[in-house]
């Protein structure tokens, strides 16, 4: 088993390079499992999910080595249960955190035992929260749903609210949700798609992409598909509109994949 850490690689990096920076060890509190990291620039810090501690971890930009968090959001009033995905709003500075048949919207300079600013939840909202990403610009967050769905909801949603969107269906070709993320500009949701649960290496997986605009049982606009691409079951994505990359984890290969997209990062009008 390797050992819990978050390795930071030059932008360019290629094959089996070291990495620039390593947070890890028990001062850390970093578990074996994390599946979501989030950067926010604006801090310039790093926001990571704890599954078994039950807890969010905050570390500064520059963290490396040995190092603690600056800002933990942990215990009961936060009702976090086993948080394993999150999300940043840097313009309107919040956390959001799905969970089982739930979204937490915390604030982004929360600490300790904190409660959350809003709680989606009920019978309505359809949630089945493993993923999420917020687009910050059209007031709108993203989540997964029962049934293999995508779900769109307003970015102040609060309650036992129905989603804005459903996306559901199979022309979404759909098996399991993995990880998103949104670019706001082109109003579009970027998801990993690993494949059936249980099998090493599924026969269809893929990187998709919908319009927030999207309502039912829709072809994604664009995939990263096929055998050339070297996916063998992708894990995460996180995006680069300026250099117009798309990088992708793949949990096969344990490694990172750049895929160049410039016709990806069009803005809408």
Do not use: C
């Not at 620039?20 to 499992?33: D, E, K, N, V």
């Not at 604030?107 to 929260?129: A, M």
């Not at 609210?161 to 993995?178: A, E, F, M, S, Y």
């Amino acid at each position: 088993m390797a050992h819990p850490q978050i390795a930071a690689f030059a932008r360019l990096a290629n094959g089996a390079q070291t990495p620039a920076r390593r947070i890890y060890g028990q001062t850390s509190m970093l578990s074996r499992t994390m599946h979501d990291i989030r950067y926010n620039p604006v801090d310039d810090e790093v926001l990571v999910p704890n599954p078994f501690s039950n807890a969010i971890l905050i570390f500064r930009g520059g963290a490396s080595g040995q190092e603690a968090p600056i800002r933990i959001i942990q215990g009961p009033n936060t009702e976090l249960n086993s948080p394993d995905r999150l999300d940043i709003d840097v313009v309107h500075r919040e956390i959001f955190v799905p969970g089982r048949g739930n979204v937490l919207v915390f604030p982004l300079d929360g600490d300790g035992d904190v409660r959350p600013k809003r709680v989606i939840r009920g019978p309505d909202t359809q949630v089945d929260g493993t993923s999420i990403a917020v687009d910050p610009l059209h007031n709108l967050f993203a989540t997964t749903g029962r049934d293999r769905a995508i779900l769109v909801f307003d970015r102040m949603a609060n309650g036992n609210v129905k989603p804005l969107h459903v996306i559901r269906g199979p022309n979404t070709q759909i098996d399991r949700i993995n990880q998103m993320a949104i670019y706001p500009e082109g109003k579009l949701l970027v998801v990993a798609m690993p494949g059936v649960q249980g099998s090493m290496e599924p026969p269809r997986v893929f990187v998709g992409m919908w319009s927030l605009d999207d309502d039912g049982d829709v072809t994604p606009k664009w995939t990263i598909t096929g055998k050339q691409t070297g996916l063998k079951k992708p894990f995460a994505v996180a995006l680069n509109p300026e250099h117009k990359e798309i990088y992708v984890t793949d949990m096969r290969l344990n490694g990172v994949m750049t895929f160049f997209v410039p016709e990806v990062f069009k803005p809408v009008p």
